[in-house]
C-alpha cells in the first residue's frame, strides 16, 4: 500500500474520530460532559497527545536518516564510478570496451531508477536487479597486465569495483525494513483517540470542523512524509539522480 493511501486513510480515520467526538456532545448526558470530566478526559489527551508527538518524531527522525544514508549512498557510488573511469582510462585503450559497459550500466540505472515514464519497476527492484557490476568485473579479469603501473591500476579497479558493489547492496539492504503494519495501525488509533476527545469538549460550529480537518491532515501529512522518507527510491520524494547524472558527463570514453 502507497503512502499517499495510508495518510488518506489516515486522515479519514482521524478526522472521522474529530466527528465522533462532536456527536458524542449531544448523545452523552450533561455531567459526563462538566468541568470534572473535561480536566480528566484533558489528562488523558494530553498524555496520548505527548506519547504520539514523541513517536512521530522519532520516526520521521529516522526516517530522514535512511533517506540521506541513500542519498549519501548515491553520491559515493557515483564518486567511484568516476575513478573508477579515469583509472580505465589511464589503465590503456585495450579498457575501451569496458568503459562503454560502465557508460551503459550507468544510462540504465537512471531510465529505470529514475524513468521518464511509468514502467512497473520500483526504484528499489531496479536496483536489487542490477547485475552490470558483473560484466564490469568480467572485463576487468579478461585484462593481461604489462607493466607495474598496469597491475597498479587493474589492483585499484578492482578495489572501486568491490567498493561500488558493496554501497549498492549496502543500499538494497537498507530499504527492507518499514513500519510494521500493527504499529502504523496503532499510532492511526492513538490520533483518532486524541481527535475524538478534541471534537467532544470544542464548540459545534464550522470554523471549529475546518481546524479540526486541517489539524487532521497536518498530522497524517507526518505519517505519508515518514513513509515517504523510508522508501527513497521510490513515491513522490526520491532521492536526486543528479549526482549519477553528473557522473555519466565524466565517463563517456574519450
Not at 188 to 210: E, H, K
Request: charged share 15%; proline share 4%.
Amino acid at each position: 500500500m502507497s503512502a499517499t493511501i495510508i495518510g488518506l486513510i489516515s486522515i479519514l480515520f482521524i478526522f472521522s474520530g474529530a466527528l465522533i467526538g462532536i456527536w458524542l456532545q449531544k448523545l452523552l448526558p450533561g455531567h459526563h460532559l462538566d468541568k470534572n470530566s473535561h480536566e480528566i478526559v484533558k489528562l488523558g489527551s494530553g498524555m496520548i497527545g505527548t506519547l504520539t508527538a514523541l513517536v512521530l518524531g522519532l520516526l520521521v527522525s529516522s526516517a530522514k536518516t535512511s533517506f540521506d544514508t541513500m542519498n549519501n549512498g548515491i553520491v559515493q557510488g557515483s564518486t567511484k564510478i568516476i575513478m573508477l573511469d579515469r583509472v580505465l582510462a589511464h589503465y590503456g585503450p585495450e579498457t575501451e570496451p569496458i568503459r562503454k559497459k560502465l557508460q551503459f550500466a550507468v544510462q540504465s540505472s537512471l531510465e529505470k531508477i529514475w524513468p521518464t515514464k511509468v514502467n512497473g519497476i520500483s526504484g528499489i527492484q531496479a536496483l536489487d536487479q542490477g547485475n552490470a557490476n558483473d560484466g564490469i568485473l568480467g572485463g576487468l579479469l579478461a585484462l593481461k597486465p604489462q607493466t607495474d603501473a598496469q597491475r597498479l591500476l587493474l589492483s585499484q579497479a578492482f578495489q572501486l569495483v568491490n567498493d561500488f558493489t558493496q554501497t549498492r547492496w549496502l543500499m538494497v539492504e537498507q530499504t527492507q525494513g518499514g513500519i510494521p503494519v500493527p504499529f502504523l495501525v496503532i499510532l492511526i488509533f492513538w490520533l483518532t483517540v486524541l481527535f475524538v476527545s478534541f471534537g467532544m469538549f470544542t464548540p459545534r460550529n464550522a470554523t471549529v470542523v475546518v481546524v479540526l480537518f486541517v489539524c487532521a491532515c497536518s498530522v497524517s501529512a507526518a505519517i505519508f512524509l515518514e513513509l515517504e522518507l523510508n522508501n527513497p527510491l521510490d513515491g513522490v520524494i526520491k532521492v536526486s539522480s543528479a549526482p549519477l547524472r553528473n557522473a555519466l558527463k565524466h565517463i563517456s570514453p574519450e
